[in-house]
């Protein structure tokens, strides 16, 4: 079935004149991410599968028809309404988290849709999202899952304050660096196995 499936999407993506890279970045996940779902080692969730088909103007029930149940790879999230930023920072807990499935999402609204359907083991959320708050966010996802793990990003020190009585379990100034997110995960509330170097 994974290899039905990556077939498929590799086809799409050619006659679509995509790289892997160019679909990454309209899906808000990492170039590696894509040639995992094209070589068969991994397969998409149904939220990324509703993503591709609108990318790809593919059919949402064949695709998702061709796919067998994601794996268990930890669910992790980031939200952010800076693109450039998004892209950046993606690639990074990729680095560091390589087991985990991380999607990022610009929209709140999409993030806590995906949180409906998928257990989010850490959510990564920017404080200031034009009219959104990342606190709001937060309390959200909570509602839906108690036991998701909150690191908050800003570019500003002031907000740490008001970021812990939220229920985080951390802050992270940006711009985001691997060592950062990796003495995050060492203060997780909720620790999972996220395949990174000393895990």
Request: glycine fraction near 6%; proline fraction near 5%; charge should be neutral.
């Amino acid at each position: 079935m994974r290899v039905i499936f990556s077939e498929i999407l590799k086809k799409l993506r050619s006659e679509k004149g995509l790289s892997q890279r160019e679909l990454a970045e309209r899906l808000f996940v990492t170039r590696s991410t894509v040639a995992r779902w094209e070589n068969g080692s991994r397969l998409p969730d149904a939220s990324m599968i509703s993503r591709l088909s609108r990318c790809l103007n593919a059919d949402f029930s064949t695709l998702l028809s061709m796919a067998a149940e994601s794996d268990n790879a930890p669910n992790v999230i980031m939200v952010d309404d800076g693109k450039i930023f998004l892209s950046g920072a993606l690639p990074v807990l990729e680095e560091v988290m390589p087991n985990a499935t991380i999607t990022g999402f610009t929209s709140p609204s999409e993030a806590v849709e995906y949180a409906k359907t998928n257990r989010v083991a850490l959510a990564f959320l920017d404080i200031e999202m034009g009219k959104n708050s990342g606190f709001d966010l937060c309390r959200r996802l909570l509602a839906l899952n108690p036991r998701t793990n909150v690191v908050y990003l800003t570019a500003y020190v002031e907000y740490s304050y008001d970021a812990w009585s939220t229920g985080a379990s951390g802050f992270l100034l940006k711009p985001i660096t691997p060592d950062g997110v990796r003495a995050q995960l060492k203060n997780l509330r909720y620790p999972f196995s996220s395949g990174g170097a000393g895990d």
